[in-house]
Protein backbone atom coordinates (compact mmCIF):
# COMPACT_ATOMS: atom_id res chain seq x y z
CA UNK A 1 0.00 0.00 0.00
CA UNK A 2 1.38 3.69 -0.30
CA UNK A 3 2.17 5.80 1.93
CA UNK A 4 0.12 9.19 2.53
CA UNK A 5 2.96 10.99 1.75
CA UNK A 6 2.86 9.42 -2.40
CA UNK A 7 -1.28 9.30 -2.11
CA UNK A 8 -1.68 12.79 -2.34
CA UNK A 9 0.61 13.40 -5.61
CA UNK A 10 -0.55 10.61 -7.10
CA UNK A 11 -3.95 11.44 -7.05
CA UNK A 12 -3.08 14.99 -8.02
CA UNK A 13 -1.57 13.66 -10.95
CA UNK A 14 -4.66 11.38 -11.79
CA UNK A 15 -7.03 14.78 -11.42
CA UNK A 16 -5.08 16.25 -13.83
CA UNK A 17 -4.96 13.60 -16.07
CA UNK A 18 -8.71 13.21 -15.80
CA UNK A 19 -8.81 16.99 -16.10
CA UNK A 20 -6.84 16.88 -19.59
CA UNK A 21 -9.53 14.39 -20.93
CA UNK A 22 -12.41 16.21 -19.68
CA UNK A 23 -10.85 19.58 -21.34
CA UNK A 24 -10.98 17.93 -24.97
CA UNK A 25 -14.86 17.72 -25.09
CA UNK A 26 -14.35 21.91 -24.55
CA UNK A 27 -13.90 23.69 -28.39
CA UNK A 28 -9.84 23.98 -28.64
CA UNK A 29 -9.69 28.02 -27.83
CA UNK A 30 -11.92 27.69 -25.72
CA UNK A 31 -10.09 24.72 -23.64
CA UNK A 32 -6.59 27.13 -23.70
CA UNK A 33 -8.31 29.85 -22.10
CA UNK A 34 -10.02 27.33 -18.98
CA UNK A 35 -6.67 25.92 -18.84
CA UNK A 36 -4.99 28.82 -18.55
CA UNK A 37 -7.49 30.35 -16.00
CA UNK A 38 -6.35 26.87 -14.00
CA UNK A 39 -3.16 27.74 -13.89
CA UNK A 40 -2.90 31.29 -13.69
CA UNK A 41 -5.47 30.71 -10.38
CA UNK A 42 -3.47 28.36 -8.98
CA UNK A 43 -6.27 26.18 -7.99
CA UNK A 44 -6.10 22.81 -6.74
CA UNK A 45 -6.51 19.33 -9.31
CA UNK A 46 -9.43 18.60 -7.37
CA UNK A 47 -11.66 22.35 -7.64
CA UNK A 48 -10.42 22.46 -11.24
CA UNK A 49 -11.95 19.33 -12.45
CA UNK A 50 -14.74 20.15 -10.57
CA UNK A 51 -15.15 23.35 -11.99
CA UNK A 52 -14.43 22.26 -15.54
CA UNK A 53 -17.09 18.77 -15.27
CA UNK A 54 -19.55 21.76 -14.64
CA UNK A 55 -18.66 23.40 -17.54
CA UNK A 56 -18.38 20.31 -19.91
CA UNK A 57 -22.02 19.43 -18.76
CA UNK A 58 -23.61 23.26 -19.46
CA UNK A 59 -21.66 23.12 -22.94
CA UNK A 60 -23.19 19.47 -23.40
CA UNK A 61 -26.63 20.42 -21.73
CA UNK A 62 -27.00 23.75 -23.84
CA UNK A 63 -26.47 21.69 -27.12
CA UNK A 64 -29.67 19.50 -26.14
CA UNK A 65 -31.58 22.88 -27.14
CA UNK A 66 -31.30 22.31 -30.84
CA UNK A 67 -33.78 19.17 -32.12
CA UNK A 68 -31.10 17.38 -33.74
CA UNK A 69 -29.50 15.85 -30.89
CA UNK A 70 -32.75 14.46 -30.03
CA UNK A 71 -33.20 12.57 -33.37
CA UNK A 72 -29.87 11.15 -32.67
CA UNK A 73 -31.04 10.18 -29.82
CA UNK A 74 -34.74 8.12 -30.77
CA UNK A 75 -33.35 7.02 -34.28
CA UNK A 76 -29.90 5.94 -33.87
CA UNK A 77 -28.63 5.76 -30.22
CA UNK A 78 -31.68 3.79 -28.90
CA UNK A 79 -31.92 1.37 -31.55
CA UNK A 80 -28.33 0.84 -31.83
CA UNK A 81 -27.70 0.60 -28.31
CA UNK A 82 -30.53 -2.17 -27.96
CA UNK A 83 -29.39 -3.90 -31.51
CA UNK A 84 -25.73 -3.81 -30.57
CA UNK A 85 -27.03 -5.34 -26.71
CA UNK A 86 -28.89 -8.32 -28.66
CA UNK A 87 -25.75 -9.03 -30.75
CA UNK A 88 -23.45 -8.99 -27.83
CA UNK A 89 -25.52 -11.51 -25.84
CA UNK A 90 -26.03 -14.00 -28.85
CA UNK A 91 -22.14 -13.78 -29.55
CA UNK A 92 -21.38 -13.98 -25.40
CA UNK A 93 -24.11 -16.99 -25.42
CA UNK A 94 -22.22 -18.85 -28.29
CA UNK A 95 -18.53 -18.08 -27.36
CA UNK A 96 -19.83 -19.31 -23.42
CA UNK A 97 -20.67 -22.97 -24.80
CA UNK A 98 -16.69 -23.00 -26.68
CA UNK A 99 -15.50 -21.77 -23.81
CA UNK A 100 -17.12 -24.16 -21.40
CA UNK A 101 -16.78 -27.14 -23.58
CA UNK A 102 -12.88 -26.24 -23.25
CA UNK A 103 -12.30 -24.49 -19.72
CA UNK A 104 -14.63 -26.49 -18.01
CA UNK A 105 -14.14 -29.36 -19.31
CA UNK A 106 -10.31 -29.52 -20.20
CA UNK A 107 -9.10 -33.15 -20.58
CA UNK A 108 -5.02 -33.18 -21.24
CA UNK A 109 -5.56 -36.58 -23.14
CA UNK A 110 -7.30 -34.62 -26.03
CA UNK A 111 -4.02 -33.14 -27.02
CA UNK A 112 -2.77 -36.56 -28.10
CA UNK A 113 -5.75 -36.88 -30.90
CA UNK A 114 -5.52 -35.06 -34.26
CA UNK A 115 -9.47 -35.11 -34.29
CA UNK A 116 -9.15 -32.71 -31.39
CA UNK A 117 -6.96 -30.43 -32.78
CA UNK A 118 -8.75 -30.11 -35.84
CA UNK A 119 -12.18 -29.36 -34.17
CA UNK A 120 -9.87 -26.91 -32.10
CA UNK A 121 -9.17 -24.47 -34.75
CA UNK A 122 -12.43 -24.30 -35.83
CA UNK A 123 -13.47 -23.14 -32.93
CA UNK A 124 -11.22 -20.74 -32.39
CA UNK A 125 -11.76 -19.59 -35.73
CA UNK A 126 -15.19 -18.89 -34.83
CA UNK A 127 -14.99 -17.36 -31.64
CA UNK A 128 -12.27 -14.86 -32.86
CA UNK A 129 -14.15 -14.13 -36.45
CA UNK A 130 -17.70 -13.44 -34.11
CA UNK A 131 -15.86 -10.99 -31.44
CA UNK A 132 -14.22 -9.82 -34.70
CA UNK A 133 -17.29 -9.01 -36.25
CA UNK A 134 -19.22 -7.31 -32.81
CA UNK A 135 -15.89 -5.19 -32.62
CA UNK A 136 -16.04 -3.75 -36.36
CA UNK A 137 -20.15 -3.82 -35.92
CA UNK A 138 -19.83 -1.28 -32.42
CA UNK A 139 -17.14 0.27 -33.56
CA UNK A 140 -19.30 1.09 -36.79
CA UNK A 141 -22.16 2.56 -34.93
CA UNK A 142 -19.91 4.27 -32.84
CA UNK A 143 -18.51 6.15 -36.17
CA UNK A 144 -21.83 7.00 -37.09
CA UNK A 145 -23.13 8.58 -33.76
CA UNK A 146 -19.50 10.31 -34.15
CA UNK A 147 -19.90 11.68 -37.53
CA UNK A 148 -23.26 13.28 -36.77
CA UNK A 149 -21.92 15.94 -34.29
CA UNK A 150 -18.60 16.32 -32.74
CA UNK A 151 -19.55 18.85 -29.86
CA UNK A 152 -21.65 16.97 -28.79
CA UNK A 153 -19.72 13.33 -28.53
CA UNK A 154 -19.50 13.46 -24.90
CA UNK A 155 -22.80 13.18 -24.07
CA UNK A 156 -23.90 10.89 -26.94
CA UNK A 157 -21.14 8.62 -25.60
CA UNK A 158 -22.58 8.18 -22.11
CA UNK A 159 -25.97 7.87 -23.51
CA UNK A 160 -25.02 4.98 -25.64
CA UNK A 161 -23.31 3.59 -22.52
CA UNK A 162 -26.37 3.88 -20.43
CA UNK A 163 -28.36 2.38 -23.67
CA UNK A 164 -25.86 -0.38 -23.58
CA UNK A 165 -26.27 -1.18 -20.11
CA UNK A 166 -30.55 -0.89 -20.28
CA UNK A 167 -30.01 -3.55 -23.19
CA UNK A 168 -27.78 -5.94 -21.44
CA UNK A 169 -29.94 -5.99 -17.99
CA UNK A 170 -33.32 -5.65 -19.75
CA UNK A 171 -33.96 -5.54 -23.60
CA UNK A 172 -31.49 -8.38 -24.81
CA UNK A 173 -32.50 -11.16 -22.62
CA UNK A 174 -36.44 -10.41 -22.77
CA UNK A 175 -36.33 -10.42 -26.53
CA UNK A 176 -34.29 -13.52 -26.70
CA UNK A 177 -36.60 -15.13 -24.26
CA UNK A 178 -39.45 -13.77 -27.18
CA UNK A 179 -37.22 -14.29 -30.04
CA UNK A 180 -37.15 -18.47 -28.58
CA UNK A 181 -40.95 -18.59 -27.58
CA UNK A 182 -41.80 -17.31 -31.08
CA UNK A 183 -39.34 -19.55 -33.35
CA UNK A 184 -40.29 -22.61 -31.18
CA UNK A 185 -41.30 -24.22 -27.90
CA UNK A 186 -38.32 -26.48 -26.79
CA UNK A 187 -40.05 -29.56 -25.75
CA UNK A 188 -37.14 -31.43 -24.58
CA UNK A 189 -34.60 -29.93 -22.05
CA UNK A 190 -32.14 -27.12 -23.73
CA UNK A 191 -28.91 -28.82 -24.16
CA UNK A 192 -27.15 -25.95 -23.18
CA UNK A 193 -28.61 -25.66 -19.48
CA UNK A 194 -25.54 -27.16 -17.79
CA UNK A 195 -23.48 -24.21 -19.04
CA UNK A 196 -25.90 -21.58 -18.23
CA UNK A 197 -26.06 -22.92 -14.95
CA UNK A 198 -23.23 -21.49 -13.65
CA UNK A 199 -23.58 -17.46 -12.64
CA UNK A 200 -20.50 -16.70 -14.68
CA UNK A 201 -21.66 -18.06 -18.22
CA UNK A 202 -25.32 -16.55 -17.27
CA UNK A 203 -24.47 -13.20 -15.79
CA UNK A 204 -21.17 -12.31 -15.80
CA UNK A 205 -19.57 -13.28 -19.72
CA UNK A 206 -22.19 -11.54 -21.44
CA UNK A 207 -21.31 -8.34 -19.18
CA UNK A 208 -17.88 -8.88 -20.18
CA UNK A 209 -18.64 -9.42 -24.01
CA UNK A 210 -20.61 -6.20 -23.85
CA UNK A 211 -17.85 -4.18 -22.19
CA UNK A 212 -14.95 -5.42 -23.76
CA UNK A 213 -16.47 -6.39 -27.94
CA UNK A 214 -18.94 -3.56 -27.82
CA UNK A 215 -18.89 -0.24 -25.44
CA UNK A 216 -14.71 0.58 -25.76
CA UNK A 217 -14.74 -0.56 -29.86
CA UNK A 218 -17.94 1.75 -29.84
CA UNK A 219 -16.72 4.66 -28.01
CA UNK A 220 -13.50 4.78 -30.05
CA UNK A 221 -15.47 4.65 -33.03
CA UNK A 222 -17.14 7.84 -31.79
CA UNK A 223 -13.90 9.57 -31.35
CA UNK A 224 -12.78 8.65 -35.53
CA UNK A 225 -15.99 9.06 -36.72
CA UNK A 226 -15.95 12.72 -35.24
CA UNK A 227 -12.88 13.44 -37.99
CA UNK A 228 -14.85 12.73 -40.45
CA UNK A 229 -15.86 16.26 -41.14
CA UNK A 230 -12.16 16.73 -42.68
CA UNK A 231 -12.83 14.14 -45.33
CA UNK A 232 -13.62 14.84 -49.30
CA UNK A 233 -17.61 15.14 -49.61
CA UNK A 234 -17.69 11.96 -51.88
CA UNK A 235 -15.58 9.61 -49.60
CA UNK A 236 -18.11 10.76 -46.29
CA UNK A 237 -20.61 9.60 -48.31
CA UNK A 238 -18.63 5.91 -49.09
CA UNK A 239 -18.01 6.01 -45.57
CA UNK A 240 -21.51 6.59 -44.60
CA UNK A 241 -22.98 4.38 -47.28
CA UNK A 242 -20.62 1.52 -46.24
CA UNK A 243 -21.46 2.00 -42.08
CA UNK A 244 -25.33 2.36 -43.17
CA UNK A 245 -25.19 -0.91 -44.95
CA UNK A 246 -23.01 -2.97 -42.39
CA UNK A 247 -25.52 -1.99 -39.64
CA UNK A 248 -28.56 -3.04 -41.67
CA UNK A 249 -26.92 -6.20 -42.96
CA UNK A 250 -26.38 -6.51 -38.82
CA UNK A 251 -29.73 -5.95 -37.91
CA UNK A 252 -31.19 -8.65 -40.47
CA UNK A 253 -28.66 -11.23 -40.24
CA UNK A 254 -28.29 -11.34 -36.58
CA UNK A 255 -30.92 -10.16 -35.15
CA UNK A 256 -33.48 -12.71 -35.57
CA UNK A 257 -36.26 -9.71 -37.46
CA UNK A 258 -36.20 -12.43 -40.51
CA UNK A 259 -38.65 -14.55 -37.73
CA UNK A 260 -40.54 -11.86 -37.19
CA UNK A 261 -41.14 -10.73 -40.58
CA UNK A 262 -41.89 -13.89 -41.47
CA UNK A 263 -39.84 -13.61 -44.49
CA UNK A 264 -38.24 -16.54 -44.87
CA UNK A 265 -38.92 -16.25 -48.22
CA UNK A 266 -35.92 -14.08 -48.64
CA UNK A 267 -33.99 -16.75 -46.90
CA UNK A 268 -31.93 -17.44 -50.52
CA UNK A 269 -31.34 -13.83 -51.28
CA UNK A 270 -29.56 -13.32 -48.10
CA UNK A 271 -27.71 -16.27 -48.57
CA UNK A 272 -26.99 -15.19 -51.72
CA UNK A 273 -24.02 -13.40 -53.05
CA UNK A 274 -25.32 -10.07 -51.17
CA UNK A 275 -24.43 -11.24 -47.73
CA UNK A 276 -21.15 -12.66 -48.44
CA UNK A 277 -20.43 -9.38 -49.85
CA UNK A 278 -21.47 -7.47 -46.57
CA UNK A 279 -19.67 -10.33 -44.32
CA UNK A 280 -16.78 -8.90 -45.90
CA UNK A 281 -17.84 -5.45 -45.64
CA UNK A 282 -18.42 -5.84 -41.59
CA UNK A 283 -14.64 -5.88 -41.59
CA UNK A 284 -14.31 -2.27 -42.98
CA UNK A 285 -12.93 -0.43 -40.01
CA UNK A 286 -9.85 -2.25 -39.80
CA UNK A 287 -9.16 -1.41 -43.19
CA UNK A 288 -10.09 2.24 -42.21
CA UNK A 289 -8.05 2.11 -39.25
CA UNK A 290 -5.10 1.32 -40.85
CA UNK A 291 -5.28 3.66 -43.59
CA UNK A 292 -6.04 6.35 -41.37
CA UNK A 293 -2.73 5.12 -39.67
CA UNK A 294 -0.47 5.01 -43.08
CA UNK A 295 -1.75 8.27 -43.34
CA UNK A 296 -0.74 9.60 -40.30
CA UNK A 297 2.36 8.56 -40.44
CA UNK A 298 2.70 9.84 -43.59
CA UNK A 299 1.47 13.49 -43.30
CA UNK A 300 2.25 13.66 -39.71
CA UNK A 301 -0.93 15.59 -39.22
CA UNK A 302 -3.25 15.09 -36.39
CA UNK A 303 -7.19 14.63 -36.78
CA UNK A 304 -8.33 18.20 -35.96
CA UNK A 305 -10.98 17.07 -33.65
CA UNK A 306 -7.73 16.22 -31.06
CA UNK B 1 -33.33 42.65 -19.17
CA UNK B 2 -30.17 41.48 -17.45
CA UNK B 3 -30.03 38.59 -14.81
CA UNK B 4 -28.43 39.28 -11.83
CA UNK B 5 -25.04 37.25 -12.77
CA UNK B 6 -25.36 39.46 -15.82
CA UNK B 7 -24.98 42.35 -14.80
CA UNK B 8 -22.08 41.22 -12.11
CA UNK B 9 -19.58 39.88 -15.38
CA UNK B 10 -20.54 43.05 -17.16
CA UNK B 11 -19.71 45.52 -13.91
CA UNK B 12 -16.46 43.59 -13.43
CA UNK B 13 -15.81 43.92 -16.97
CA UNK B 14 -16.00 47.32 -17.67
CA UNK B 15 -14.50 47.93 -14.32
CA UNK B 16 -11.35 45.61 -15.40
CA UNK B 17 -11.54 47.40 -18.70
CA UNK B 18 -8.35 46.44 -20.91
CA UNK B 19 -7.46 43.56 -18.20
CA UNK B 20 -11.00 42.09 -18.33
CA UNK B 21 -10.72 38.39 -19.57
CA UNK B 22 -12.00 34.89 -17.79
CA UNK B 23 -9.84 34.55 -14.43
CA UNK B 24 -9.93 38.52 -13.72
CA UNK B 25 -13.43 38.83 -13.77
CA UNK B 26 -13.86 35.32 -11.94
CA UNK B 27 -11.94 36.86 -9.24
CA UNK B 28 -14.00 40.57 -8.98
CA UNK B 29 -17.71 38.73 -9.10
CA UNK B 30 -15.92 36.58 -6.62
CA UNK B 31 -14.09 39.70 -4.96
CA UNK B 32 -17.40 41.68 -4.68
CA UNK B 33 -19.94 38.90 -3.73
CA UNK B 34 -18.00 36.69 -1.57
CA UNK B 35 -19.29 33.87 -2.97
CA UNK B 36 -17.60 31.17 -5.55
CA UNK B 37 -17.81 31.86 -9.10
CA UNK B 38 -17.65 28.81 -11.12
CA UNK B 39 -16.26 28.30 -14.44
CA UNK B 40 -18.75 26.93 -16.04
CA UNK B 41 -21.31 29.89 -14.98
CA UNK B 42 -18.25 32.27 -16.24
CA UNK B 43 -18.00 31.10 -19.53
CA UNK B 44 -21.56 30.33 -20.23
CA UNK B 45 -22.87 33.66 -19.33
CA UNK B 46 -19.81 35.18 -21.44
CA UNK B 47 -21.30 33.35 -24.34
CA UNK B 48 -24.83 34.30 -23.68
CA UNK B 49 -23.49 38.18 -23.48
CA UNK B 50 -21.59 38.15 -26.85
CA UNK B 51 -24.33 36.15 -28.33
CA UNK B 52 -26.67 39.57 -26.84
CA UNK B 53 -23.91 41.54 -28.28
CA UNK B 54 -23.24 43.10 -24.90
CA UNK B 55 -19.85 42.31 -24.75
CA UNK B 56 -16.95 41.60 -27.63
CA UNK B 57 -14.90 38.42 -26.78
CA UNK B 58 -11.37 37.60 -28.62
CA UNK B 59 -8.46 35.41 -27.46
CA UNK B 60 -5.29 37.18 -26.63
CA UNK B 61 -1.42 36.05 -26.59
CA UNK B 62 -0.45 33.42 -24.80
CA UNK B 63 1.48 34.47 -21.48
CA UNK B 64 4.39 32.43 -19.18
CA UNK B 65 2.18 32.74 -16.04
CA UNK B 66 -0.74 31.09 -17.36
CA UNK B 67 1.59 28.38 -18.96
CA UNK B 68 1.71 29.73 -22.21
CA UNK B 69 -2.09 29.64 -22.67
CA UNK B 70 -3.55 32.88 -24.11
CA UNK B 71 -6.79 34.43 -22.57
CA UNK B 72 -10.44 35.18 -23.37
CA UNK B 73 -10.42 38.71 -23.52
CA UNK B 74 -13.63 40.61 -23.11
CA UNK B 75 -14.76 44.75 -23.72
CA UNK B 76 -18.44 46.09 -22.87
CA UNK B 77 -20.01 47.22 -26.31
CA UNK B 78 -21.90 50.12 -26.20
CA UNK B 79 -25.06 48.20 -26.19
CA UNK B 80 -23.80 46.77 -23.20
CA UNK B 81 -22.95 49.84 -21.17
CA UNK B 82 -26.57 51.01 -22.00
CA UNK B 83 -28.27 47.32 -20.63
CA UNK B 84 -26.01 48.17 -17.03
CA UNK B 85 -27.22 51.09 -16.84
CA UNK B 86 -31.03 50.19 -17.32
CA UNK B 87 -30.60 47.31 -15.17
CA UNK B 88 -28.69 49.48 -12.54
CA UNK B 89 -30.97 52.06 -12.81
CA UNK B 90 -34.57 49.58 -11.99
CA UNK B 91 -32.56 48.24 -9.25
CA UNK B 92 -32.22 51.53 -7.52
CA UNK B 93 -35.63 52.71 -8.64
CA UNK B 94 -36.85 49.45 -6.94
CA UNK B 95 -35.24 49.81 -3.91
CA UNK B 96 -36.06 53.27 -2.97
CA UNK B 97 -37.57 53.38 0.53
CA UNK B 98 -37.11 49.39 1.38
CA UNK B 99 -35.28 48.75 4.91
CA UNK B 100 -32.48 46.99 3.42
CA UNK B 101 -31.95 50.34 1.19
CA UNK B 102 -32.16 52.61 4.35
CA UNK B 103 -29.90 50.40 6.96
CA UNK B 104 -27.44 50.44 3.65
CA UNK B 105 -27.19 53.96 3.99
CA UNK B 106 -27.22 53.94 7.74
CA UNK B 107 -24.20 51.83 8.48
CA UNK B 108 -21.65 53.80 5.09
CA UNK B 109 -18.67 54.22 6.99
Known amino acids: MGSES ?3 PAMNRFCWWLLDILSRALEPDEREAVRGDFAESGETAGEALRDLLGLVVRRQAALWQDWRPWLTLVGLIVPLGMLLSIVSRVTADQNATYMWLYANNWDWALVKDAGFWHEFAASITFVLLSCLTLVCSSWTAGFVIGSISRRIIPAYGVLFCLMLVLGALFGAPRYLAYLVQFVHRPSSP ?7 ALAFYRAMFPLMVQAVLVAVPSLWGM ?7 RFPALLRMVLWSVAISTLTGLAIRE ?7 KAYWLQPIWQGWLVRVLRIVVYWPVGYVVANAIWR ?3 GNKPAYI | MLGEFEYLMLTAAARLGEEAYGAAIRQEIEGATRRRCSIGALYTTLDRLEAKGLV ?4 GEPTPERGGRPKRRVRVTAKGVQA ?5 NAVTRVSRGVGWEASRIAVRP
Open chain 2, 84 to 88: AKTFY
Open chain 1, 190 to 196: DQEDPIF
Open chain 2, 56 to 59: KTWM
Open chain 1, 6 to 8: NRG
Open chain 1, 255 to 261: AGFLFFL
Open chain 1, 297 to 299: RWH
Open chain 1, 223 to 229: RQGAGVG
